[in-house]
């Protein structure tokens, strides 16, 4: 058994960091090619919108799909989708068409779903005591493509110049032929299926009455830690990714040119990713509910420090390296705090609606970011951003004292 974790955890890390690679190469322009091809900068923030929106419509129908035939079946089709969609941007951009690039990047947004549930995927074998560990790593997996997808952008780009294709829409091309690359990696390689094997290895249990929404919400109704793990995964994502995607409009509005961005939002997503092998060496020597509580800690410190940042580009770049600190102790608690808490017929199912609430609210937070920004600042932003922690720690202290 512990050759077969090693050997699973290989595969899931190395589709991780090209899962990764694929995101990041297709997000560092979408904004760019959706001004382009719309004609409005208004109109360009739907571009990244629509990915998250795709990544929470397709959560639980994939995810029912790994309920009922195991988890390789579902990751696989996860990065097939994610590369038509990264084709249909293409066509988008050859053809200038805006509705049709919103469409692509909606199933592009699969891709970011299969890196999402390649975390789970880690803890499907793994002991109980040693699950947040096996979560984070693959988590961690993720800093490699995050931060070569940016800079491979620009090479990807000029790389289509004959071909009668934008620039702005080259790194899509590549984009669609990692997630190809990582689909025949996890069919090939990911054997057994990790959610089959611990199905096959574990007690007898009944069989779930369904793979649907309903099942999850069920699941997640009779256990009041998975409704704590809940909160926690959709508040720490929805409170990052509202803070993180006006913080580059904070940094111009006071002065920073496009290299200082780059660089801060660097540091920020090496707050996310990096160090997720301590928070998941945390979660198991600690508890669960004591990094949600660091979690609730670091976000409300990052909201402080950024909200308070003004024209300090230091004291914003810490506070967004705070927030992926945050973010990374609540994802990787609350993932294994969730896989804890149900039965093990219904995770599948579980683990869908965590993504979709967590992308959905996620999704509306970063909608609402820009309203609130253009209305009363970017300090307000953080001040409601801090106040979203307070069910989280509601509920956290709460279960502690039980």
């Known amino acids: ?8 955890t290989a595969v899931l890390v190395i589709s991780q960091i090209l899962g990764g690679l694929g995101v990041a190469i297709g997000v560092a322009l979408a904004a760019v090619l959706a001004e382009q091809i719309s004609g409005t900068e208004a109109l360009a923030g739907l571009a990244p919108t629509s990915t998250v929106a795709g990544t929470a419509l397709l959560s639980m129908p994939l995810a029912s799909l790994m309920a009922s035939r195991g988890r390789r079946p579902g990751l696989v089709l996860a990065y097939v989708i ?30 970011s779903l299969a890196t999402l549930q390649a975390r789970f995927a880690a803890a499907d074998l793994a002991v109980p005591e040693r699950r947040g560990r096996a979560i984070s790593n693959v988590v961690w997996a993720t800093t490699v493509g995050a931060v070569l997808g940016p800079n491979i952008a620009a090479p990807a780009g000029r790389s289509v110049s004959g071909l009668g294709i934008p620039a702005e829409a080259g790194p899509f091309v590549w984009a669609a032929g990692v997630f190809l690359l990582a689909a025949l990696l996890v069919h090939l390689l990911l054997r057994p299926d990790p959610l089959l094997a611990a199905r096959a290895l574990g007690p007898t249990e009944p069989s779930p009455r369904g793979r649907s929404l309903r099942s999850g919400i069920e699941a997640v109704r009779q256990s009041p830690m998975a409704k704590l793990a809940l909160v926690t995964v959709s508040v720490s994502h929805t409170t990052m990714v509202a803070i993180m995607s006006m913080a580059p409009v904070a940094l111009s509005h006071h002065g920073a040119d496009i290299e200082l961005i780059g660089l801060v939002i660097s540091g920020h997503i090496a707050g996310m990713y990096a160090f997720s092998p301590v928070m998941g060496w945390l ?18 410190l990052a909201a402080l420090f950024a909200g308070g940042a003004g024209p300090s580009h230091t004291q914003l770049a810490l506070g967004l390296f705070l927030l992926g600190l945050g973010w990374s102790a609540g994802v990787v608690s609350g993932s294994a705090l969730l896989t804890d808490s149900v039965p093990a017929p219904s995770r599948a199912a579980v683990q869908g609606l965590s993504d979709l609430v967590m992308n ?4 509306i937070g970063g909608i609402c970011a820009g309203l609130i920004v253009a209305q009363a600042g970017y300090g307000w932003l953080n001040a409601v951003g801090a ?11 709460r279960r502690a004292m039980r």
Do not use: H, K, Q, Y
Not at 85 to 97: F, K
Not at 283 to 288: E, I, N, S, T, V
Not at 360 to 363: L, S, V, W
Not at 387 to 397: D, E, G, K, Q, S
């Open 283 to 300: 979660a198991d020597r600690f508890g669960r509910i004591s990094v949600i509580g660091l979690a609730v800690g670091l976000l409300a």
């Open 360 to 363: 959905t609210a996620a999704g």
């Open 1 to 8: 058994m512990p050759a077969l974790r090693r050997r699973i």
């Open 82 to 111: 994610g590369a038509f969609g990264g084709c249909v941007v293409v066509l988008a951009a050859v053809v200038e068409n805006f509705p049709l690039l919103l469409a692509g990047m909606t199933a592009f947004g699969a891709g």
């Open 387 to 397: 106040c979203l922690l307070l069910p989280m720690a509601a509920l956290a202290i």
